[in-house]
């Protein structure tokens, strides 16, 4: 008996957005792709089910990027630790923990019913606006910016939810306006919104490796969701355009100088440039000493206070410090592979939402990458982006974990070949 | 993909296809930008950053670990021929701060307090060098134990009560100590701030004794303290080698001691110099330039000078203070030139023995004065000599009968055995800043200039030249090369270098140096204390007394300024020792070298010449003075006693009314006199009899003998008691009530007196 239409609207309210998979399912039908017990579980979609299980290669991946992090962790806050907290062990144990709680988070969302979150994406938006308002709202943290909420035993950085809510909820938007996001009024309008107030507000705190990132992940978003390349096209030249300009006029390098030395690392003039450079200086130094092979595991000389919070955004300078331009190039290996099987296993995902949610979550970590490399090497001013899986906090790293176990759970509907 | 595509099929397919090809599409170029510009970029730069620039980068990394934590090499000791130490350096330490570290102005103002407190610097000085962004800051080098056990006792008070760590640092450094103050100062020099040499032997021979500093590469932390893992690079430090001296601490302290004395007596102006050397082989036994100063206080000008220089006004103090600084480091035995006078005719009459222009039978007459080329020249007699020969004319120190000998020399011959006797190099000897003679150009030299250059006028030479001269004229001709450095041996006492005797030439032969040896010996026998005669030895030698010429302003109450000289050697049968004292314009009673410098000359041969183990020749006279020991006369019979005093050449005395000698004094083996009374007691109640030792000083050792006898005191005489000799100190006071027989010491010395034969 073929299966009501009305029925399946019902029953999985997501889909009727999905035009595709409507072909997709009447295509399948007919081929009798899905056994019919599949169906009546597509059917009663409960919130949480083990699917077709996920993804191995993925899943080993992570896990393999995720111990490489946390021991160079360690490495490179072991020094550091010993002088601040008197602890060699202080954040690797923490950090430890950390994980404990992400990988648990992760388990729990590769279970979770992803095509629930089509129905939450605005809410989530919207508990993004609230964090980003109430942190404003909040006293000031260290160095008079306002970036984290302090939650007992860790922070969380309202930039996260932002990120997490931004890429949720294009995917959602795309998905349900698909056939629309060829005009700029279902495109560019909701792109402009919504970055505009975020960044307003990530302006305020102020956080702008916050704004760069959310930027990216919005021209990201719509671009795969649909957008039309035109309008791609012309973001893009105005600002080129935009940074010509300011180059011709001289403002670039004032911009540069204004923003702590960019770019000047090794060629500052006066004491405050060498103390706003330190710390992309030693960065700098530390990578240079890695050389090919690096210095080995643990040798890193930077570490020793020369790179203030080495944990922290500048980790993949002792890591290169340690493990050289092969030990990087390695890393990277593994980060590239971890972002092609996640986009690839997002696109064999069933529905539009959990291929654009897949993708849009993936390529965050490689924005995030590179981004990180390019502020350790001073080719972008140094704004505090930190280093996937690598890089100590416990509120990224446990939001990262979780937004893997999305990945892992779309990967569960996928259709990819498995051993 | 928003092309237009003509084929209405193919349009078709794609709209059926649709939004799953395009997001396909999309992503593509997704992981083009991301994997491929993005990777790709990062991996760019990390290849350029490490490949490229990786080896200069990993150099400043380096170096801003290693903040030249260097490590100061142990400064070689200079030890005197007998291995005593005359200068060393000791361990010390440096204060240094790595300001960078602190936090507040609050530990900053701490720090410097405590710091000027502790070590006497200026608090607004350190309070600077606590605010610059540097890992090192010296704040003051060469601090002993006490100052540095104070500055850690600061640094564990920062630490507790302002929570500031690694700011102040403790480096070794080293201190240089003279053990003997003034000694040898022109010869030893001192060390400036960083231990470099900046005088004498010091400076000569820095690059021994520097040694070579070491660096521990220690890689420090950004906070200083050493990285707790082994990342070191240790380059120790080599310590300076070790420098011994020809000098002779026993010989310059006995030189050092009579100059300064000859300084006091005589008044001199413009200082003196005394040099002692080894005929045989050049090496200087002594070298003082007097008066000294304190190696270990080099740059404290003696009070009245300095006193002098206050009266200034206030901008040309600084210059006259540098001034007097380098005068009085200036080494005059080696920096500065003089007229040697009639010293010179020692030289002058080895020149024309050599060359065969005189011998003993050659006679020359001086009528008071001589005319050369219409000009005349005076002898110091004004009377004249009458007719000498060659001997006497040397005794006689007889101008007219040197510019008859320079004459038959001739003006090439005299230039020649000039350079020969090595005036006209420098001497090459191993101390800073020899000066260059002054003689005539080649051809400028006139019949007159010749004339008052055979008695060492009107040219002026280095005092070590001279002595190196007199050295030649002694030894058998041989010009050697003066050294003050023997022997150079690394820290562990590994010979790096030993110094050989140089023979630069032999200027005149042997027979013409013992017949030189014999007629100087003579002089110095027959002219007495005015000629260096010093009891015991035959000593050869020449006073000298030279007018200073070109002095505008002569600063001696005589008119014009003298060099007062004496230079000889003894034993003068087989030369050992040569000896050059000249005072610089001495203002007391006289200036004849023969009155101011021949004492001094005796005095400290006197002494010198039995530390050296040089044979001894009494004459005669001499005799009188040489202590005997006393015999044991007691339990013997008086008459046996009395037998056996007089055997022993003593003059026999007897108290009391015994027949048994009971005591006697002097005991048995006292030194004394011979000819002395030796007191014989028989009985015990004259053993309470009691003289009064009178004064005996200012007198001649004849003149002490006499009395002695007449006060029933013996005599044990010590020091220069020939001829010209004085008593300047008696061991029991004058006025003390001593036993009779009692040996009374006294100490004799050389006096100026009215000697001069120049």
Redo the contacts between chains.
């Keep these: 008996m073929a299966p009501n239409k009305r029925m399946i609207f019902q029953a999985d309210v997501n889909r009727i957005y999905d035009e595709e998979y409507q072909r997709d399912e009447q295509a399948k039908k007919e081929k009798l792709f899905i056994r019919p017990s599949r169906r009546r579980k597509m059917k009663n979609a409960k919130w949480f089910g083990v699917g077709m299980g996920i993804d191995l290669p993925f899943c080993i991946i992570l896990l393999v990027l995720l111990t490489i992090g946390t021991i160079m962790m360690f490495s490179a806050s072991y020094a550091f630790s010993y002088y601040t907290q008197g602890d060699s062990y202080y954040f690797l144990i923490r950090q430890i923990v950390f994980i404990a709680v992400g990988l648990a988070a992760m388990i729990v969302m590769s279970f979770f019913n992803y095509n629930k979150l089509h129905k939450i994406a605005p809410i989530v938006l919207g508990i993004a606006y609230f964090s980003l308002l109430l942190v404003l709202v909040l006293p000031a943290g260290e160095g008079g910016v306002k970036r984290w909420i302090p939650l007992g035993m860790f922070n969380i950085q309202p930039s996260e939810i932002a990120k997490f809510g931004v890429i949720l909820f294009f995917s959602h938007w795309a998905s349900k306006y698909y056939n629309k996001m060829q005009l700029a009024k279902y495109s560019i309008l909701p792109g402009l919104i919504v970055f505009g107030t975020i960044a307003l507000l990530l302006f305020l705190e102020p956080h702008y490796s916050g704004i760069v990132i959310i930027g990216l992940l919005t021209v990201l978003m719509l671009y795969i969701g649909g957008m039309k390349t035109k309008y791609l096209l012309i973001g893009g030249a105005l600002l080129v355009g935009l940074v010509l300009v300011l180059a011709v006029t001289g403002g670039l390098s004032y911009a540069m100088s204004r923003m702590a030395g960019w770019g000047q690392a090794l060629e500052y003039t006066t004491d405050e440039m060498w103390w706003d450079t330190y710390q992309t200086r030693n960065s700098l130094y530390a990578i240079g000493s890695g050389g090919l092979w690096g210095l080995g595991l643990g040798q890193s000389r930077q570490k020793y206070l020369y790179i203030p919070e080495p944990q922290n955004d500048f980790i993949f300078a002792v890591v290169v410090e340690e493990l050289g331009l092969i030990g990087a190039a390695i890393i990277l290996l593994i980060f590239a592979l971890l972002i092609w099987r996640g986009i690839t296993l997002s696109l064999r995902a069933k529905d539009k939402f959990g291929k654009l949610l897949g993708i849009g979550l993936t390529s965050q970590i490689g924005i995030q990458v590179v981004l990180n490399i390019l502020v350790i090497t001073d080719w972008l001013p140094n704004t505090g982006i930190s280093l996937p899986f690598f890089s100590y906090g416990g509120s990224s790293l446990i939001m990262l974990l979780a937004q893997m176990g999305i990945v892992l759970s779309i990967s569960r509907t996928a259709n990819i070949e498995r051993t | 993909?928003?092309d237009n595509e003509k084929n209405a099929n193919r349009r078709k397919k794609r709209a059926e296809k649709?939004?799953?090809q395009?997001?396909?599409q999309?992503?593509a170029?997704?992981?083009i930008a991301?994997?491929v510009l993005?990777?790709g970029?990062?991996?760019v730069?990390?290849?350029f950053?490490?490949?490229v620039?990786?080896?200069?980068?990993?150099e400043?990394?380096?170096s801003?670990?290693l903040r030249d934590t260097k490590i100061n090499a142990k400064r070689g000791t200079i030890y005197d021929a007998k291995g005593k130490v005359l200068a060393e350096s000791a361990s010390a330490w440096q204060v240094v701060l790595a300001p960078i570290n602190f936090e507040t102005d609050q530990q900053r103002e701490a720090a410097a307090s405590g710091l000027s407190e502790i070590l006497g610097v200026d608090y607004q000085n350190v309070l600077e060098k606590t605010k610059q962004?540097s890992y090192y800051v010296v704040v003051k080098r060469k601090i002993e134990v006490d100052q540095r056990d104070r500055v850690m006792e600061l640094t564990e008070k920062l630490s507790k009560d302002y929570d500031c760590d690694g700011v102040i640092q403790l480096l070794d450094d080293y201190k240089r100590y003279y053990p003997k103050d003034e000694l040898a100062s022109c010869v030893i020099g001192f060390t400036g701030a960083d231990e470099q040499g900046l005088e004498g032997v010091e400076f000569k021979y820095d690059d021994y004794l520097a040694g070579t500093p070491g660096r521990i590469v220690t890689?420090g932390?950004?906070?200083g303290t050493n990285?707790?893992?082994q990342?070191e690079q240790n380059i120790e430090s080599e310590d300076g080698n070790n420098i011994y001296l020809t000098i002779d601490e026993t010989i310059q302290s006995i030189c050092e001691k009579y100059m300064a004395q000859g300084i006091i007596d005589n008044n001199v102006k413009n200082r003196a110099v005394c040099i002692a050397m080894d005929v045989n082989s050049g090496a200087i036994l002594a070298m003082v330039t007097a008066n000294g100063y304190n190696l270990n206080d080099p740059y404290t000008l003696p009070a009245d000078v300095q006193q002098e220089i206050n009266e200034l006004p206030e901008k040309e103090r600084d210059k006259a203070e540098g001034e007097a600084l380098s005068a009085m480091w200036r080494n005059k035995a080696v920096a500065d030139t003089y007229m040697p006078g009639s010293v010179f005719k020692m030289c002058t009459a080895s020149m024309a023995l050599e060359e065969g222009k005189i011998d003993d039978n050659t006679t020359f007459t001086c009528g008071g004065s001589f005319v050369v080329d219409d000009k005349t020249i005076n002898c110091h007699a004004l009377g004249g000599h009458g007719t000498q020969n060659f001997t006497q004319a040397i005794c006689n120190s007889c101008n007219p009968a040197f510019i008859q000998i320079g004459q038959l020399v001739g003006m090439n011959k005299f230039r020649d055995y000039y350079r020969g006797f090595g005036f006209a190099d420098k001497s090459g000897i191993d101390l800073p800043g020899e000066a260059d003679d002054n003689f005539w150009p080649e051809g400028t030299m006139s019949l007159v200039d010749l004339a008052v250059a055979s008695f060492g006028q009107n040219f002026s030479i280095t005092p070590i030249s001279m002595i190196t001269a007199c050295a030649a004229v002694a030894n058998g001709g041989y010009v050697l090369q003066p050294y003050v450095v023997s022997k150079i041996t690394d820290a562990k006492g590994n010979v790096v270098k030993n110094v050989e005797k140089k023979v630069k030439r032999q200027v005149v032969s042997k027979e013409t140096s013992d017949r030189m040896n014999e007629i100087l010996g003579y002089n110095t026998e027959t002219a007495g204390a005015t000629a260096g005669y010093v009891a015991g030895y035959k000593v050869a030698g020449k006073t000298g007394t030279s007018e200073k010429i070109g002095v505008e302003e002569p600063v001696s109450g005589f008119g014009k300024d003298y060099i007062a000289s004496f230079c000889g050697y003894a034993p003068a049968d087989d030369p050992q020792i040569a000896m050059l004292v000249f005072f610089d314009t001495p203002d007391g009673g006289a200036y004849y070298g023969s009155q101011v410098s021949s004492p001094v000359f005796i005095n400290i041969m006197t002494e010198v010449l039995p530390y050296l183990e040089i044979k001894t020749d009494y004459k005669e006279e001499d005799l009188a003075f040489i202590d005997v020991s006393a015999g044991d006369y007691t339990g013997l019979s008086l008459e046996e006693a009395k037998k056996a005093v007089e055997e022993d050449g003593f003059s026999v005395s007897v108290k009391g009314s015994g027949d048994t000698v009971l005591a006697q004094l002097p005991a048995v083996s006292s030194k004394l006199a011979p000819g002395g009374s030796i007191v014989l007691y028989t009985d015990e109640e004259s053993r309470s009899e009691k003289v009064t030792v009178p004064n005996f000083l200012e007198n001649t050792a004849a003149y002490v003998n006499s009395m002695a006898a007449g006060y029933d005191l013996n005599i044990s005489f010590n020091g220069a008691v020939s001829t010209g000799g004085v008593a300047v100190a008696q061991d029991i006071p004058e006025g003390t009530e001593v036993s009779p027989g009692t040996v009374v010491t006294v100490t004799f010395a050389a006096s100026t007196d009215s000697g001069f034969n120049d």
């Design positions: 993909m928003e649709g939004p799953n395009r997001l396909r999309r992503t170029v997704l992981i991301i994997l993005g990777f970029a990062a991996l730069r990390l290849s950053l490490t490949l620039q990786g080896s200069s980068l990993q400043a990394a380096v801003q670990m962004k890689a932390d950004a906070r990285m707790p893992f990342y």
